[in-house]
């Protein structure tokens, strides 16, 4: 074994050190590599604080409900429509969103699908939820060209987020500058706080997110919350451990089970070495991910038979999806993989981000390549 998963485990900053060097002479990266400094704050973390009451999340799932009901209604009575197909394709992306079930994707698809057979011009609601299906299943290429055909502030977003995801750092800013031109939404900052980050832009990315938080609306709690989760995040890599915590509680107060928020929230435990608490936050997610978490938690506590276990479990939910989607959760199965550990899986690691890095060539997938062929020795 030519570099330990504890060494890796151990050293995770020199690790990126030497993965981002290794990708400059894989040619994966320019050749000067830009950060600016880590951004300090003393601002009170009462700034951040929800400013509207809190809907039960029952009560939204409901009134989605009603809405679906009633288009799905209006369909019967008149087949052939194309703005109603539309509606509904957006609303079963809503109910996808809320649940997390993919059967929700599968009809906003087939919903969007035929609105555009039945409304083939002028019809950008189709357009955006045949992108945001596209997203959901990472095909990012294909979420671009979608949008791109159609117009307004969510076509521009998604665009934004495509670019991102395939690692279009220059592009992903320029076309964020547009959109927060065109809208200086929550929304809009988020995304552009996002491509600042990817460019090394901690100043700014930090004055979008506390834009972003600024601007909100009662009705975005959502995106409330996640504004939060992701500025937590971005506090937590700079070492404000505090900062991200009351972000992160913050944003559990808007959406109780988010679960990007609480997989950050049981990272941060986790790295703070709180093992317990990370446990009640991963068991809250029912996710993969969640899996990975507690199995880390489990070998760094030295219990390697109950590790194994959790990666198993995540192993056999990571394969189904891979099997059913490529294009979705390679990378997670390629962590998987490196962090258990096995000489075995090595070359099969390997094979997965070489897949992954020609759909997204993001800087967190070429850090998985690069832990990957460090692990067999290719430096």
């Given at each position: 074994?030519?570099?330990?998963?504890?060494?890796?485990?151990?050293?995770?900053?020199?690790?990126?050190?030497?993965?981002?060097?290794?990708?400059?002479?894989?040619?994966?990266?320019?050749?000067?590599?830009?950060?600016?400094?880590?951004?300090?704050?003393?601002?009170?973390?009462?700034?951040?604080?929800?400013?509207?009451?809190?809907?039960p999340?029952?009560?939204?799932?409901?009134?989605?409900?009603?809405?679906?009901?009633?288009?799905?209604?209006?369909?019967?009575?008149?087949?052939?429509?194309?703005?109603?197909?539309a509606?509904?394709?957006?609303?079963?992306?809503?109910?996808?969103?809320?649940?997390?079930?993919?059967?929700?994707?599968?009809?906003?698809?087939?919903?969007a699908?035929?609105?555009?057979?039945?409304?083939?011009?002028?019809?950008?609601?189709?357009?955006?939820?045949?992108?945001?299906?596209?997203?959901?299943?990472?095909?990012?290429?294909?979420?671009?060209?979608?949008?791109?055909?159609?117009?307004?502030?969510?076509?521009?977003?998604?665009?934004?987020?495509?670019?991102?995801?395939?690692?279009?750092?220059?592009?992903?800013?320029?076309?964020?500058?547009?959109?927060?031109?065109?809208?200086?939404?929550?929304?809009?900052?988020?995304?552009?706080?996002?491509?600042?980050?990817?460019?090394?832009?901690?100043?700014?990315?930090?004055?979008?997110?506390?834009?972003?938080?600024?601007?909100?609306?009662?009705?975005?709690?959502?995106?409330?919350?996640?504004?939060r989760?992701?500025?937590?995040?971005?506090?937590?890599?700079?070492?404000?451990?505090?900062?991200?915590?009351?972000?992160?509680?913050?944003?559990?107060?808007?959406?109780?089970?988010?679960?990007?928020?609480?997989?950050?929230f049981g990272?941060?435990?986790?790295?703070?070495?709180?093992?317990?608490?990370?446990?009640?936050?991963?068991?809250?997610?029912?996710?993969?991910?969640?899996?990975?978490?507690?199995a880390?938690?489990?070998?760094?506590?030295?219990?390697?038979?109950?590790?194994?276990?959790?990666?198993?479990?995540?192993?056999?939910?990571?394969?189904?999806?891979?099997?059913?989607?490529?294009?979705?959760?390679?990378?997670?199965?390629?962590?998987?993989?490196?962090?258990?550990?096995?000489?075995?899986?090595?070359?099969?690691?390997?094979?997965?981000?070489?897949?992954?890095?020609?759909?997204?060539?993001?800087?967190?997938?070429?850090?998985?390549?690069?832990?990957?062929?460090?692990?067999?020795?290719?430096?």
């Amino acid at each position: 074994m030519s570099i330990s998963y504890s060494s890796i485990l151990k050293s995770k900053t020199a690790f990126k050190n030497r993965a981002l060097l290794g990708l400059t002479l894989l040619g994966l990266l320019p050749t000067i590599w830009v950060a600016s400094p880590i951004v300090k704050t003393k601002l009170m973390p009462s700034i951040y604080s929800y400013p509207y009451d809190l809907s039960p999340s029952g009560r939204i799932r409901e009134s989605l409900t009603a809405e679906i009901t009633a288009a799905e209604n209006r369909i019967q009575q008149n087949p052939n429509d194309g703005l109603d197909r539309a509606f509904l394709a957006d609303a079963y992306l809503k109910m996808a969103r809320i649940t997390g079930t993919d059967q929700w994707y599968e009809r906003a698809e087939a919903s969007a699908q035929k609105s555009l057979e039945n409304l083939p011009f002028n019809n950008d609601g189709a357009l955006l939820a045949l992108a945001k299906v596209a997203e959901a299943k990472h095909d990012f290429a294909k979420a671009a060209r979608f949008a791109e055909k159609a117009s307004g502030g969510e076509a521009m977003a998604l665009v934004v987020k495509s670019k991102l995801a395939t690692g279009q750092v220059a592009e992903a800013n320029a076309a964020a500058a547009e959109l927060v031109a065109f809208s200086p939404s929550m929304g809009s900052l988020t995304l552009r706080a996002l491509a600042r980050q990817a460019q090394g832009d901690r100043a700014g990315a930090l004055s979008d997110f506390q834009r972003a938080i600024a601007v909100e609306q009662p009705s975005e709690a959502r995106g409330s919350a996640l504004a939060r989760t992701l500025l937590g995040k971005f506090y937590a890599e700079q070492g404000q451990d505090k900062l991200a915590e009351s972000l992160y509680r913050e944003a559990l107060k808007i959406e109780p089970n988010y679960p990007q928020t609480l997989l950050n929230f049981g990272e941060l435990r986790q790295q703070q070495g709180r093992y317990r608490a990370a446990e009640k936050l991963y068991e809250q997610v029912d996710d993969p991910l969640a899996l990975l978490g507690l199995a880390k938690i489990k070998r760094l506590r030295g219990e390697e038979a109950a590790a194994r276990t959790q990666w198993a479990a995540a192993e056999t939910i990571l394969r189904e999806k891979v099997a059913v989607n490529p294009l979705d959760h390679r990378r997670e199965l390629a962590v998987l993989l490196l962090e258990r550990g096995d000489e075995a899986d090595r070359d099969e690691a390997i094979a997965l981000m070489k897949a992954e890095v020609k759909n997204r060539r993001n800087a967190e997938t070429l850090e998985t390549l690069a832990w990957a062929l460090s692990a067999m020795g290719r430096r």
